[in-house]
């Protein structure tokens, strides 16, 4: 099991604590599909944008990806000289000329957006390629709210629409519709996307495959992930793009924090000084229960409250559904115990709020040789300047 030892009673609560050797391991994995394909990938800012470890990250991968000006900036800034791709639902004027100067890929949500911008891109002495986001109207994703083929989407082009479009100008295709999924979704997806989009890709110089790849994940179907970009490249003589956001960073990261009081009403409640609407909305929002760690033993949902170890966690906000969950421990839970959430690199710091008033994890570095480096702290004042 993993040693939190190095950092649990370190850090002032809550806080993240993001693993260096994690995250090179990650980065190892991806680069070795660069190296055995020539695919590109990209940071998916989205998921995780503690660009304290950009320059780490740039040496890895290629770039970052953004989906508006904020991230595209970022990416920019702090990954040194590697490239910035931009995709976003709808673009907004006082934002183009600077999309523009620091982008080297725009992808289009529509054949509209595309006749909006095409004019003011061609006239800028800059070179870059364009692209148009697909809805291949494929996607295997249960939960709605990360599907984007679902009927009435805002995602993407229909094949029917690209068809009538005049594609002078637009030099690729992107489609992104998986969400933590294998590799065997992405073979049936790509089988579907060459079908119906073949004769429009014979045109193009890149197709970008998005992000939603568990690549970093143990069991994860390496050959079939190759497979699929070899398909693009033999046939059609594309550059592959992947923008991964969460395979970056999988496992990279935790939280901790401590127990700050411990009651009970019909069943044992923790009240913990992290929020699961501030600190990790995703946890309400897909939900799911993340894995947690109590003295390095990984701590099991629980079904029922037939043990005298059994909790539910909740969160130190006068939201009634602040609940992280219900959680077998190996032992008692007293007040100033701390608990480590795992998992918690990827949709939480890019997420994070100040509801309620909830401070704001401090964010801490667990270098690759043990030492700790506290990157961040946040004060009343990051609560108090945006409100007013
Ligand atoms: C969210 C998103 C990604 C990254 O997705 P992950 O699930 O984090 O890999 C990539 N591209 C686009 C367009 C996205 O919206």
């Known amino acids: 099991m993993y040693d939190t030892s190095l950092f649990i009673q370190k850090v002032n609560t809550p806080a993240y604590v993001v693993d260096e ?3 090179i391991q990650n980065l190892k994995i991806l680069d070795g599909v660069r190296k055995r394909t020539g695919v590109k990938i990209l940071l998916a800012q989205k998921a995780f944008s503690m660009y304290r470890v950009y320059p780490l990250i740039g040496k890895y991968l290629d770039g970052t990806t953004a989906s508006g000006v904020y991230e595209a900036k970022l990416g920019k800034e702090y990954m040194g000289n590697r490239e910035v791709h931009i995709y976003a639902p709808a673009f907004k004027e006082k934002d183009m ?15 509209k957006q595309w006749g909006k911008w095409k004019e003011k891109i061609a006239s800028s002495p800059k070179t870059l390629s364009c692209g148009i986001r697909i809805n291949p109207e494929y996607a295997e994703v ?45 073979w049936r997806t790509v089988q579907i996307v060459d079908k119906k989009f073949g004769p429009i890709l014979k045109h193009m110089k890149w197709i970008n495959f998005g992000g939603g790849h568990h690549i970093t994940k143990k069991g994860y179907q390496m050959n079939l992930l190759e497979k699929s ?55 309400l929002e897909m939900p799911y229960y993340p894995d947690i760690l109590q003295e390095n033993i990984l701590c099991k949902p629980a079904q029922d409250f037939s043990d005298k170890n059994q909790y539910r966690l909740g969160g130190p906000t006068c939201l009634a559904g602040d609940v992280i969950g219900d959680y077998q421990f190996a032992e008692p839970l007293k007040e100033g115990d701390r608990i480590v959430f795992c998992d918690m690199a990827i949709y939480t710091m890019v997420k994070n709020n100040t509801f309620n008033g909830m401070p704001l ?25 945006r409100l007013s």
Do not use: W
């Not at 401090?362 to 990157?375: C, M, T």
């Open 97 to 111: 000329q600077e999309i523009i100067s620091i982008s080297d890929h725009i992808v289009f949500n529509s054949p």
């Open 229 to 283: 970009i070899s398909l693009f490249q033999e046939k059609y003589g594309l550059q592959v793009y992947l923008e991964p956001g969460e395979a970056i960073a999988l496992n990279a990261g935790f939280l901790v924090s401590e127990v700050l009081e411990v009651m009970e009403n019909q069943k044992k409640i923790a009240i913990l000084d992290t929020s699961a609407a501030c600190h990790m909305p995703d946890v």
């Open 142 to 186: 249960e939960t709605d709210l990360y599907n984007p083929c679902i009927p009435g989407s805002r995602l993407g082009t229909k094949l029917e629409d690209l068809k009538q479009m005049d594609l002078s100008g637009i030099s690729g295709l992107h489609f992104h519709t998986m969400c933590e999924q294998d590799a065997d979704v992405l």
């Open 361 to 385: 994890p401090s964010i801490y570095l667990l270098k690759k040789d043990g030492k700790l480096e506290l990157v961040r702290n946040f004060t009343y004042d990051d609560f108090k300047n």
């Open 21 to 23: 050797a994690q995250l």
